[in-house]
């Protein structure tokens, strides 16, 4: 299995609630390696940039609300099969669906307000990575 990289966002929500740290060592538990992370304060246009393929859902106007609402941490994660353990780690969208021992369903307040992010292919994690960093800010 090749080495692989994704991209992850610790949404406000937990950035609030200074779980940074726990989620980390999940996914650090997990076997996958913070190669590049930065605390941040999206803008509105980032947002809506970054979710721009959930624009005509009915939630996308609070959703990018929510994710400008404070810090989020934007991370590269880099292991075997990265892009797949990393949706496994994080738990269903909704942590109501989320299995025992996931960061949705230990720390997700709600379907929206759910702790992380993560890329959803190799294809789309390529792209959320580039959107945020540089590849001298890769150090694996
Ligand atoms: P994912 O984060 O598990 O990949 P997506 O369907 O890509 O889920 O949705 C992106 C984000 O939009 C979710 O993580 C969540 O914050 C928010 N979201 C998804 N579905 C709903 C909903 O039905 N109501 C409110 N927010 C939602
Ligand atoms: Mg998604």
């Not at 669906?97 to 994690?125: C, L, M, Q, W, Y």
Request: charged letters at 25%.
């Amino acid at each position: 299995m090749a080495i692989e990289r994704t991209f992850s966002i610790i949404k406000p929500d937990a950035t609030r609630r200074n779980l940074t740290g726990k989620i980390n060592a999940k996914l650090e538990d997990a076997g996958l390696r913070i190669v590049a992370q930065r605390r941040i304060q999206m803008s509105q246009a980032q947002a809506e940039s970054f979710y721009g393929v959930h624009k005509e859902r009915p939630f996308f106007g609070s959703l990018v609300s929510f994710m400008t609402s404070g810090p989020v941490v934007v991370q590269v994660l880099e292991g075997e099969n990265a892009v797949a353990k990393n949706r496994e780690v994080m738990g269903a969208t909704n942590p109501e669906n989320a299995d025992a021992g996931t960061i949705r369903k230990e720390f997700a307040e709600s379907i929206e307000a759910n702790s992380v992010h993560g890329s959803d292919s190799p294809e789309n994690a390529a792209i959320e990575i580039a959107y945020f960093f540089a590849g001298s800010d890769i150090v694996g």
